[in-house]
């Protein structure tokens, strides 16, 4: 994807680091973008990369990281894509061909990628995921089940009370995780749980699904699939009228997930999250003056996925600027004050300390904040 805005210097594909086509090391702080770009969770890339070009013209007008201009290589991690991405990544760090990773992409791939990255450049993983990561040199930077879910469904089961949930997502860790998480906290509740189901990526069709569901008894699902996946089983649901006699709640719905599910799938559905393109904060309006006066009017919306390869390139400025020489003995989420940008919130934030969730409603195409959750709530 080449950028939105003529002014804005190219982003480095993969294919032109391996002809040759770079600046010399001396003179650029190389980032590897790892996104999705194609499979289920391809709908994200348009946003995340946006969102990364914001961060790459603000560090280089405040003078780049390390004092070198900074450069992204773009990077596909989805799990469809045709090439390994722990191979492309490894062959690029043998080479010295990249300085540290941003990854916006699935725990999967996280997973495979710590096994091989192995503190040899800093590694920022910026998006939802499912907690515990401890990995020396990997830095994971979002919100986790704790502090997404468990404010989200105590307050949707005291105000529409359902008497049992159903569980589906993805087959892998973030959901499975996410939602062992989720039964503990409903059978705190004294709620029962009738259906749990997990899908491969890509399912094409959600029929069989929908009908489970349907005759499953479930008067609210907490809903973990991925992209476009969750579009799928949004149409699916909309089309049989289950919105009618359950709610929805995902952590992981976004504003492009709204507009590729279409208004009339979208009745009841909710989602807790750190970011809304909407979210009425100083922060977010300054971000959203800059985002759209580089990309235009017609710019991918911007979203929490988008919004946190933003925040996890600031992140890495900060990581490098205030612990250039021990950033490879530290990992996980909290382990090191670092200070950065954000686009949440106005200032120069801190690593430790936790952002609010919101929890809101689909209204149309838009998002409805109606919760804020603060550290007290979490």
């Not at 709620?191 to 008894?217: K, Q």
């Not at 995902?250 to 970011?275: I, P, V």
């Amino acid at each position: 994807m080449r950028p939105l805005h003529p002014d804005l210097p190219f982003p480095m594909e993969l294919a032109d680091l391996r002809a040759g086509r770079r600046l010399s090391g001396s003179e650029t702080f190389r980032v590897a973008l790892l996104i999705p770009m194609c499979g289920s969770a391809g709908i994200w890339a348009p946003s995340c990369i946006s969102s990364a070009q914001v961060a790459i013209a603000e560090l280089n007008e405040r003078g780049g990281i390390a004092g070198r201009k900074v450069q992204l290589i773009m990077i596909d991690a989805a799990v469809e894509a045709p090439e390994p991405v722990e191979e492309v990544v490894n062959g690029l760090i043998e080479a010295r061909a990249i300085d540290a990773i941003v990854g916006m992409h699935i725990s999967a791939i996280r997973q495979r990628l710590s096994k091989v990255v192995r503190q040899r450049i800093p590694y920022v993983y910026t998006p939802l995921y499912e907690g515990g990561e401890t990995t020396a040199g990997l830095f994971a930077i979002g919100e986790t089940p704790d502090e997404q879910l468990g404010p989200a469904i105590k307050l949707l089961q005291e105000r529409y009370r359902p008497a049992s949930w159903a569980l589906i997502g993805n087959d892998y860790v973030w959901p499975r995780s996410s939602h062992s998480y989720a039964k503990g906290r409903l059978r705190e509740l004294g709620v029962p749980v009738v259906m749990e189901r997990y899908v491969p990526f890509g399912l094409n069709c959600m029929g069989r699904l929908i009908d489970e569901l349907a005759t499953s008894g479930a008067d609210a699902v907490l809903l973990s699939l991925v992209g476009q996946d969750a579009v799928a089983f949004n149409r699916a649901f909309g089309r049989a009228d289950l919105h009618r006699r359950m709610i929805r709640l995902s952590c992981a719905m976004e504003e492009n997930g709204l507009l590729a599910s279409g208004a009339a799938n979208l009745e009841r559905l909710f989602t807790a999250s750190s970011y809304f393109g909407v979210l009425p904060t100083e922060a977010n309006a300054a971000f959203k003056e800059r985002y759209y006066s580089m990309h235009g009017d017609t710019a991918p919306v911007l979203n929490a996925l988008g919004q946190s390869t933003y925040e996890g390139l600031q992140f890495l400025a900060g990581l490098m600027g205030g612990h250039h020489q021990s950033w490879h003995m530290q990992g996980g989420q909290d382990s090191l004050p670092v200070q950065y940008h954000s686009g949440r919130q106005s200032g120069v934030q801190s690593a430790l300390d936790r952002k609010p969730i919101y929890l809101a409603r689909a209204d149309g195409l838009q998002f409805h904040i109606i919760k804020e959750f603060k550290n007290s709530d979490l």
